[in-house]
């Protein structure tokens, strides 16, 4: 798929705490390729933690993080290309994410490529579902495509990045 891009200030706020706030704390303060190195396998770790949460880590994925350029590489095999559109959304949808380099292999099966959205302020899953499907209605397949990053589906906000799947 290539790189994603996303808002790097919307999304789960994981490097806010513990390990991955020490380590951006010190790098600020002394940004040493030590501090910075840190800081990268601290973030590469929560991101890893939350795709975990979710039950999208597989074990054999890996998960880099580049301070630099905020930008989240993920590599490895899943199973099918639902679970790498959830994998990168997950990882993207992250505040401090400025992009994803989706490097994921996944086994030749004839599935269809989701389209994504931006979420901006006034949408909801209905008025998405009416410009993607053209009824709203539809918004539960949104949501069901969505799931486990979205709990709720009046629960979106601004910069989020959604699956939209084919009808």
Known sequence: MGLLSFIKDAGEKLFGGGEAKAAQEA???????????????????????????????????????????????????VGSQETREKVLLCC??????????????????AEPVARFHTVVSGDNLSRIAKAFYGDANRYPLIFEANKPMLTHP???????????PQA
């Open 27 to 77: 790098a600020a303060r002394s940004p040493t390729p030590d501090n910075l190195a840190r800081q990268a396998e601290a973030s590469a770790a929560a991101i890893v933690a939350h795709l975990d949460k979710h039950g999208l880590y597989n074990g054999s994925m890996q998960v880099r993080y580049d301070v630099a350029t905020a930008a989240v590489t993920v590599s490895g095999q």
């Open 92 to 109: 993207g949808n992250v505040a401090g994410v400025a992009s994803v380099d989706d490097q994921l292999e996944v086994p030749a099966r």
């Open 154 to 164: 009046d629960k979106i906000y601004p910069g989020q990045v959604l699956r939209i």
